[in-house]
């Protein structure tokens, strides 16, 4: 079982809609890092969190420490949101470890 | 991310071949680190530099591969000799904290190298 679990794999979206990706990892940490990649392109980071939320735009990321668990929200979904979403935790091993990615497609 | 220039972009080469990728980060940062991305693994860790000193290459995969940094404002991966296995995108990143996880990172646009 790997250490950083994202759900789902992949996510089609119309549209305006309001999405939510998923992340759960099974060490513990100090950080959990979501990251976005374009198709082709670069490695955005969108938030580092500890506890709580955060917002930024359209985009909202919560952790839960106590469940271990984190989520991305998308609200009013844009074509241009298509993308990969990236969760990766820090923590005792002074390094990052990555989810596999949710590849997300809105379509207009 | 503008912080981090990374060089050549693309690279396409033959096995067996020597190949030297390019990162210059932007300045005050603590920590560089040098990540593979492959579809088969996802992004994995080859080894990070503070204040730049190797601290972990344990995930550099064999000994053909090799990292410098000879300052604050550039780093090398370097691979000799290079085989096919070692197509995939090659991520430099930074960041600007005091930690190597709890500090948000900054990346380059990677190098895409193929080895044919």
Same mark, same amino acid.
Not at chain 1, 38 to 58: A, D, E, N, Q, T
Not at chain 1, 78 to 105: E, Q
């Given at each position: 079982?790997?250490?950083?679990?994202?759900?789902?794999?992949?996510?089609?979206?119309?549209?305006?809609?309001?999405?939510?990706?998923?992340?759960?990892?099974?060490?513990?940490?100090?950080?959990?890092?979501?990251?976005?990649?374009?198709?082709?392109?670069?490695?955005?980071?969108?938030?580092?969190?500890?506890?709580?939320?955060?917002?930024?735009?359209?985009?909202?990321?919560?952790?839960?420490?106590?469940?271990?668990?984190?989520?991305?929200?998308?609200?009013?979904?844009?074509?241009?949101?298509?993308?990969?979403?990236?969760?990766?935790?820090?923590?005792?091993?002074?390094?990052?470890?990555?989810?596999?990615?949710?590849?997300?497609?809105?379509?207009? | 991310?503008?912080?981090?220039?990374?060089?050549?972009?693309?690279?396409?080469?033959?096995?067996?071949?020597?190949?030297?990728?390019?990162?210059?980060?932007?300045?005050?940062?603590?920590?560089?680190?040098?990540?593979?991305?492959?579809?088969?693994?996802?992004?994995?860790?080859?080894?990070?530099?503070?204040?730049?000193?190797?601290?972990?290459?344990?995930?550099?995969? =064999?000994? *053909?591969? +090799? #990292?410098?940094?000879?300052? @604050?404002?550039?780093?090398?991966?370097?691979?000799?000799? %290079? =085989?096919? *296995?070692? +197509? #995939?995108?090659?991520?430099? @990143?930074?960041?600007?904290?005091?930690?190597?996880?709890? %500090?948000?990172?900054?990346?380059?646009?990677?190098?895409?190298?193929?080895?044919?």
């Amino acid at each position: 079982k790997n250490e950083v679990e994202q759900s789902p794999q992949n996510l089609t979206a119309q549209e305006g809609e309001f999405i939510t990706i998923n992340c759960s990892y099974s060490v513990g940490i100090s950080a959990l890092h979501w990251l976005q990649q374009h198709p082709g392109g670069g490695i955005v980071s969108l938030f580092m969190l500890s506890s709580g939320k955060k917002k930024h735009g359209r985009l909202i990321a919560t952790i839960n420490i106590q469940e271990k668990h984190s989520s991305l929200h998308i609200t009013a979904s844009h074509p241009r949101d298509s993308a990969v979403y990236i969760c990766a935790v820090g923590g005792a091993t002074n390094k990052l470890i990555f989810g596999t990615g949710t590849l997300l497609a809105v379509q207009p | 991310d503008a912080g981090v220039i990374q060089s050549p972009r693309h690279e396409v080469t033959e096995m067996g071949q020597e190949v030297t990728l390019r990162c210059k980060p932007i300045s005050g940062h603590d920590y560089l680190f040098w990540y593979r991305q492959t579809m088969m693994r996802g992004l994995e860790l080859l080894i990070y530099f503070n204040n730049n000193v190797p601290i972990d290459d344990s995930g550099m995969p =064999e000994d *053909r591969f +090799s #990292a410098k940094m000879p300052n @604050a404002s550039f780093s090398t991966l370097k691979i000799q000799p %290079s =085989e096919p *296995r070692d +197509s #995939a995108v090659y991520f430099c @990143a930074i960041t600007l904290g005091p930690s190597s996880y709890n %500090s948000p990172l900054h990346f380059g646009n990677g190098t895409r190298l193929t080895v044919t």
